[in-house]
């Protein structure tokens, strides 16, 4: 359909220019009209082969060449023609559109032949008719103008089509992701059977053998009849599990909710009990683990109902919350049950188990809880929901912060990039930044200790720096940009000074174990605003040693991403430590080094704070 529009919109533009010049602002004389004539028969050709070359079942052969003389023929026609004055002066707008079309469709050598084309046409035309300095120079800027806006829209191209491929490559990872999910989703409901089958046969054999040693020892008929028959009623729960499961490996899990309406429903009948089921909230499906584990809850719960309280009403309640799904399962205790210590967790009558289910639930970020309320037998399940975006959440306290990278590929460090810093050590301001490196083994998170290692340095020292984590591949060919950072997190760069003294280099002395405190998040470029304006510092047991701004920076975030890629290549995860302020202890008067038991604590304004002790290790 955009073809046949381009069709008809070429063919109503040639001949509308044709009407104006011959019919509306006709040529003078009989040489401008047979130029003018030729070269709109020329023009009028090369349409219909730039028509031609549009189709799809053009051979590939001819497909490499008729396009570019196509559009030869027409600036050629139309250029010769625009210089011959009155109408014809329109076809130079067809000039222009068949050069903009080559440099946009053509690759650039024969765009530049294609325009070199028009404009010779155009100043051969002008000169045989003493066309002024205005058509003689204006006429092929026009066209030139052409060749840049139809390289400025084949570069637009080529990044649409890139950004095309990137997208459908995301699309296929995105759909190998949820194939693997889907497989490893399957293989633990596979484990799901087995341990169903496991447990029903053995709970089976169990029930056979007594059934077995009360006919043989006792001759009660009777009572082995009783226990084949608790047999039966668990091989029976365990084919309709076996079967829940397999029909989950073949299909997706059904909602929760209409799981339980049937698993209550089956309970009322079979046990001839008053069961009640509501759900409150707005349902949101859950991941098909999550929905069996709740099953698996409710039916243990049900079961230690039919023990402890046999036939008292059961009450299932499901409410979807913002942050969370929730299970309830109630039942009135037995008549002078009540103010009894509460039933043990535990597991009954051969299921699953409260025990296990618990267990189960905290794999998923669960929490379970049983026991007397209120005069009745209350089982309460807890299930963060994974479709609100939502997760557990736990005080600070709580948890033990690591550092946000691990092991990057590289950590490359610049030393000497903050005035204040050099103006302490009176060392003048470097040229051209001073790179080195540390190693990964270096890295302990916001809170670990750092070892003074006494065996091999004497003088340890601070250095709080802003540290910036690569986001994307850069290198020689597609230097990095900050907008291609994943963003910006605290590095403490502790150095052995007596080490960088007597190496000569600083490698080893940057590089003992524990001397890169990293953290304690990593903030977005897009949530930390401008790099170069960010206050840093450092104290030391409560006292200020460096307090400073990036401000003081000599060479910017910008312009060491772009120096450093020229020639090395940076990949995601890379660490760029970016320099330190005045204030490290080397430089004091008297020199100060840390020491056992002390406290660093180094931060970066909008970022956070590193707190690390420093001790000694065994």
């Known amino acids: 359909m955009q073809r046949r529009v381009n069709w008809v919109a070429r063919a109503l533009g040639f001949v509308w220019i044709g009407l104006f010049t011959f019919l509306i602002a006709p040529p003078q004389g009989s040489l401008a009209w047979a130029v003018q004539i030729a070269g709109y028969g020329v023009a009028g050709a090369g349409l219909v082969g730039w028509s031609l070359s549009d189709l799809d079942n053009t051979q590939a052969r001819y497909q490499g060449w008729l396009r570019p003389v196509a559009l030869g ?70 066209v030139v103008g052409g060749l840049v806006v139809g390289r400025n829209r084949f570069g637009y191209r080529i990044q649409a089509e890139q950004a095309a491929v990137l997208l459908a490559q995301r699309e296929r990872l995105e759909t190998e992701q949820r ?35 009360v006919m043989t020892r006792e001759g009660d008929i009777g009572r082995a009849d009783e226990l084949l028959g608790v047999a039966q009623q668990m091989a029976g729960e365990g084919l309709a599990e076996t079967r829940r499961a397999i029909h989950a490996l073949r299909a997706d899990t059904l909602p929760l909710s209409e799981e339980l309406a049937g698993v209550t429903e089956t309970y009322a009948q079979r046990y001839r009990v008053a069961v009640s089921f509501d759900t409150s909230g707005v349902p ?26 046999a036939g008292q009403r059961v009450t299932v309640c499901l409410d979807f919350r913002d942050t969370d799904v929730r299970l309830t399962v109630r039942n009135d205790l037995a008549p002078g049950a009540v103010g009894t210590a509460a039933a043990a967790v535990g597991t009954v009558h051969g299921g699953y188990g409260l025990t296990g289910m618990r267990e189960r639930l905290r794999l998923l970020s669960g929490t379970l809880e049983a026991g007397q309320r209120d005069g009745q037998m209350e089982a309460l399940k807890r299930l963060a929901d994974s479709t609100a975006g939502s997760a557990p959440r736990w005080a600070a306290e709580e948890v033990q912060l690591l550092a946000p990278l691990q092991r990057p590929g590289k950590v490359i460090c610049v030393g000497l990039n903050y005035r204040d810093h050099c103006r302490e050590t009176g060392i003048p301001e470097p040229a051209q930044p001073v790179l080195f490196a540390k190693f990964s083994t270096a890295i302990v998170g916001p809170e670990d200790a750092v070892d003074l290692h006494p065996t091999a340095t004497v003088e340890p020292d601070w250095e709080v720096e802003l540290a910036a984590v690569i986001g994307e591949r850069a290198g020689p060919r597609r230097r990095a940009t900050p907008d291609m950072l994943l963003g910006y997190t605290v590095a403490n760069d502790v150095s052995a000074r007596d080490l960088q003294r007597d ?27 401008d790099p170069n304006r960010l ?24 312009y060491l991403l772009a120096w450093i890629t020229a020639s090395i290549s940076l990949e995601p995860g890379d660490l760029l430590l970016t320099g330190t302020p005045h204030g ?18 180094a931060w970066v304004e909008r970022i956070g704070t590193l707190r690390n002790p420093v001790r000694t290790s065994n």
């Open 73 to 142: 023929a027409i600036v050629a026609g139309t250029g010769f023609a625009s210089s011959a004055g009155h109408g014809g002066t329109a076809l130079v707008i067809f000039t222009f559109v068949a050069t903009m079309m080559a440099g946009a469709d053509t690759d650039l050598g024969a765009a530049i032949a294609v325009t070199a084309v028009g404009v010779l046409a155009i100043d051969v035309s002008g000169l045989i008719f003493s066309a002024s300095y205005g058509v003689l120079i204006g006429f092929p800027a026009f």
């Open 179 to 213: 194939r693997a999910d889907l497989l490893d989703e399957r293989a633990r409901i596979a484990r799901e059977i087995h341990d169903v089958l496991a447990h029903s046969l053995g709970a089976l054999g169990i029930q056979i053998q007594a059934a077995r040693a």
């Open 284 to 309: 949101a499906p859950l991941p098909p683990d999550a929905t069996i584990a709740l099953l698996r809850v409710a039916q243990e719960a049900l079961v230690n109902a039919t023990k402890h309280a």
């Open 503 to 529: 190496d000569g280099q600083w490698v080893r002395a940057k590089s003992l174990d524990t001397f890169l405190p990293l953290g304690p998040v990593v903030v977005t470029p897009d949530e930390l605003g």
């Open 535 to 558: 206050g840093l510092g450092l104290t030391v047991n409560g006292e200020p040693q460096q307090d400073s701004s990036t401000a003081e920076l000599i060479f910017d975030l910008e």
């Open 584 to 601: 490290t202890g080397a430089f004091q008067h008297p020199p100060r080094f840390l020491a056992e038991g002390d406290v660093m604590e």
